[in-house]
């Protein structure tokens, strides 16, 4: 709470604008200049289409990922929910089932298995670390059991277009409009509503939190049922864009996911973190190596440059609080003799 | 009062940040749109070969990539190769939209999912890029010609004229398979079984066993085949997992050298039991042909001697003339037998 008091002490408008989301949001719009004027081909309308289809899953299961970590939670099997809802809109398909009605399918076994993650979570008491990392597996199995090494592809074109679709000729893919939505409403719950503050009193104190009449088990369900059923919807963004149900679709994509989540600005520990810099911190990404890309770096290279930088942005989440609070104490050396009983700092005048 | 003070904050910052966000979108998309003209000069005069592997940091690929280097430098077009470091279709998807944005003249790509690349490669063809695949075909509507390592055919007789010629003609030999369902090994299978029926009267297939593509099992099946039959003088194993761990057993028991083995392998996983005797020969294609065919296929396209049509033919350097068949695939031929001769020769 003291870090929280402290950063009340500067003005306003040191607080707007130094901050770490506007910081990640910075380095995005450096980064995005810079390859304009750097990077051959990066400046084409294609770069940001290519952009937004690609980072699209990531930057939707980062929503509710991002709220979760806030509450001091974490969920590893986003990526195994993407992959066995891609597998159920394969399965069912291939089985004679309309196609909207096995997306819808898989919107709800999304939903259950975010439900089995809240359960085991939030009413038995179990770490999300551990629950997650089981479940992680458990999907994974089940979709890879269930379509085996095989894959359906023969989708309907209309709906495989669909996921590759432009608003207009703008080249800003259609997803965007989901994306957006799904974006302004979480960011009204998360920071304008007191389910949204009991989030944040989740991830700083959950016995505080608990006293002061947040829900806390209720929050945490609601918040991975959110990840389960956002995932699925990714999962099956993911199965149109590719036009391929395969129970290894999107493997590894947890691990994206919790980095973009974490270069913008969330604290891994809960209580800290804004949507737009999660949203700022995907695009960053997707940025750096598209324009790597462009250059022919290799993806070695691309992987090393992103793991330092996302090291080095925990490194600041952790040492900027410090050394702002620092700095506060040093401009105003008289604050504290002022507060402190009195006699201490006048009796010797 | 505090709880009040901090909401109009936190309202003010979002505002103000939103705002920010907005500006943010609004310059990336006027310099994305602005930008266009600028670069696409650069790479249309040069003929630019861009290999795609499954994944990069893969022996395999290495070797195979190598070799379409060598056939790009030969008819001085520029090499490069870029990939994943994962075998994902998704990620592979993003090098082959990078290299379309680029106008490299042809790709050649080992697909990591015949469909899920489809719609990259096409939107790479209507830019203008040529693409050939290799190793792995994708579906043949996203590609203009495949070039194939081997085909079914070649490969059941190789290993078929191997195992029969080690053991004389005549006994007892065994498979060592994959998983019952694998198709490719199933393919090979039935060919194998007319083919020593049609013309190895004498020899003998007396088992299948599976190893499910799994080291340990293969290794305990081995065991299995050797004790179940002891007259048995060969095994085949179409699978490189088996044909590996089965020469781990036979190199430790005393069949070392009374039963052949022979598959298809990989060198640097039978190195070790070529030398040491356990093995004698195995096959496989060579990918650094595989890769230098592909080189020049890619180059035969983007010069419009070959479209992808059935009889079209073109020169690959120091591999001689080849002639595109159905479905718009070059097989490389025959596939490659390795011996303790050659095999220092390869590093896959």
Known sequence: ?????????????????????????????AVVIW??????????????????????????????????????????????????????????YRAGVPIGVA???????????????GYLVAYVGLPSLAVTIGTLALFRGLAVGLLGTTAVTSFPKEWTDLATAQIGTTGIPLIMVPFVLLAVVLALVLHFSPFGRGIYDIGLSPEAADFSGVNVARTKFVLFLLTGVVSAFAGIYYTFRFGSARGDNAT????????????????????????????????????????????????????????????????????????????????????????????VGSSKR | MKVHFRRTGTLMAAAVIGTLGLTACGN????????????????????????????????????????????????????????????????????????????TSALVVSSNDPKAICDALNQARKAGTKVVTFDSDADPTCRDVFVNQATTEGIAKIQVDLVTKAIGDSGE????????????????????????????????????????????????????????????????????????????????????????????GTPNQMRQ???????????????????YLAAYAAKAVVDGTITGKEGDKFTAGTLKEYTVGKNGTVVLGDPFVFTAENIDQFKF
């Not at chain 1, 949507?275 to 790597?292: H, Q, Y």
């Not at chain 2, 310099?31 to 005069?45: E, P, R, V």
């Not at chain 2, 340990?216 to 179409?238: C, E, M, R, W, Y």
Request: charged share 10%.
């Open chain 2, 173 to 264: 030999i065994a498979i060592l398979s994959a998983s019952a369902n694998a198709t490719n090994q199933n393919a090979w299978i039935d060919l194998m079984k007319s083919q020593l029926q049609s013309s190895h009267p004498n020899v003998k297939l007396v088992d299948v066993v599976y190893g499910n593509d799994d080291d340990q099992t293969s290794f305990d099946k081995t065991a299995a085949l050797l004790q179940s039959h002891p007259n048995l003088k060969g095994i085949v194993s179409p699978t490189t997992v088996g044909v590996a761990a089965a020469a781990r057993y036979l190199s430790t028991s005393d069949k070392k050298g009374k039963v052949y083995l022979t598959g298809l």
């Open chain 2, 28 to 103: 990336a998309t006027d310099n994305a749109t602005s930008g266009g003209g600028g670069g696409a000069t650069s790479a249309a005069t040069k003929l630019t070969v861009t290999f795609i592997p499954k994944n990069l940091g893969n022996p395999y690929f290495d070797t195979s990539d190598a070799g379409g280097k060598k056939a790009i430098g030969e008819f001085g077009g520029t090499y490069s190769e870029v990939g994943p470091q994962q075998a994902s279709p998704d990620a592979q998807v993003q090098y082959i939209n990078t290299a379309a944005q680029q106008r």
């Open chain 1, 1 to 29: 709470m003291s870090r929280t008091y402290a950063s009340y002490a500067h003005p306003w408008w040191q607080r707007l604008l130094v901050n770490r989301e506007v910081a990640v949001l910075a380095l995005l719009v």
């Open chain 2, 273 to 291: 039991y070529v030398k040491d005797g356990t093995v004698k020969e195995f096959a496989l294609w060579n990918p650094s042909d595989l890769g």
């Open chain 1, 103 to 117: 997306a819808l399918v898989a919107l709800v076994v999304g939903l259950l298995c975010g439900a089995l993650n």
């Open chain 1, 252 to 343: 590894g994509l947890e691990l994206q996911v919790i980095a973009a989540v974490l270069l913008g600005g969330v604290s891994i520990f809960g209580g800290r973190g804004r949507l737009l810099g999660v949203i700022a911190g995907v695009l960053l990404i997707g940025a750096i190596s598209s324009a790597l890309r462009l250059l022919g770096v290799t993806v070695n290279v691309i992987n090393i440059i992103i793991g330092a930088l996302l090291v080095a942005s925990v490194l600041t989440t952790n040492v900027l609080p410090w050394a702002s609070s620092l700095t506060a104490r040093l401009r105003r050396p008289g604050t504290r003799p002022q507060q402190a009983p009195s006699g």
């Open chain 1, 35 to 92: 390859a304009v004027g750097n990077v051959v081909y990066f400046g084409t309308t294609l770069t940001m289409t290519y952009l937004l289809l690609d980072t699209a899953p990531v930057l939707f299961i980062a929503l509710p990922m991002t709220m979760v970590i806030v509450t001091g939670e974490i969920d590893l099997s986003v990526a195994s929910v993407v992959g066995l809802s891609s597998v159920i809109v394969g399965v069912l």
